[in-house]
T-cell receptor, first 112, second 117 residues
């Protein structure tokens, strides 16, 4: 099915471990985004990539890095996980305006 | 900084009622506004997308309106059903200085809707 695919769906990390969250879209969208969702905080933008080859910080970028590998793929890396990074992470993509966003199903990350 | 507020935070109604969910935003320089549905433990499903030049959009029993000048949008759900139970999120996409928008949706906190049989 066409859309945004995120892997893994669930992950438990120990403090200090690293991991990469993968995201791929098959809709030929230009822009891709990483959000985190926390209770009481809503969805907050971590990083985005307006087009292939560019990335920019969002609202809460500290502790994360991203790579726009090609037009389809946009990965999010946690170099040294902290309990404060326990969250649900969503990847999204969009064509340039006036298109809307399409979201993936999320990665539930727990850092212990 | 754009702020998006959704009222009410939670709503519980019997099946069959017509509902109105409210969304307000502080910066009227938006490109568009999107309503999403999120089921527990799931991702976001797009319901309706309204461009800044539009007044409303309709899809089945859903109707969303936009009053850009007053910074408000409403989502109207007709003849509610238990399957409508979910969290409804409103998100606005700002214009940037060049008059385009490369993203950065700003979300409200959501309205948790429960429809009882």
């Amino acid at each position: 099915n066409a859309g945004v695919t995120q892997t893994p769906k669930f992950q438990v990390l120990k403090t200090g471990q690293s991991m990469t969250l993968q995201c791929a879209q098959d809709m030929n969208h230009n822009s891709m985004y990483w959000y985190r969702q926390d209770p009481g905080m809503g969805l907050r933008l971590i990083y985005y990539s307006a087009s292939e080859g560019t990335t920019d910080k969002g609202e809460v970028p500290n502790g994360y890095n991203v790579s726009r590998l090609n037009k389809r793929e946009f990965s999010l890396r946690l170099e040294s996980a902290a309990p404060s990074q326990t969250s649900v992470y969503f990847c999204a993509s969009s064509l340039h305006p006036p298109a809307g966003y399409t979201f993936g199903s999320g990665t539930r990350l727990t850092v212990v | 900084k754009q702020e998006v507020t959704q009222i009410p935070a939670a709503l519980s109604v019997p099946e069959g009622e017509n509902l109105v969910l409210n969304c307000s935003f502080t910066d009227s320089a938006i490109y568009n506004l999107q309503w999403f549905r999120q089921d527990p433990g799931k991702g976001l499903t797009s319901l309706l997308l309204i461009q800044s030049s539009q007044r409303e959009q309709t899809s089945g029993r859903l109707n969303a309106s936009l009053d850009k000048s007053s910074g408000r949008s409403t989502l109207y759900i007709a003849a509610s059903q238990p399957g409508d139970s979910a969290t409804y999120l409103c998100a606005v996409r700002l214009e940037d200085a060049g008059g385009t928008s490369y993203g950065k949706l700003t979300f409200g906190q959501g309205t948790i809707l429960t429809v009882h049989p």
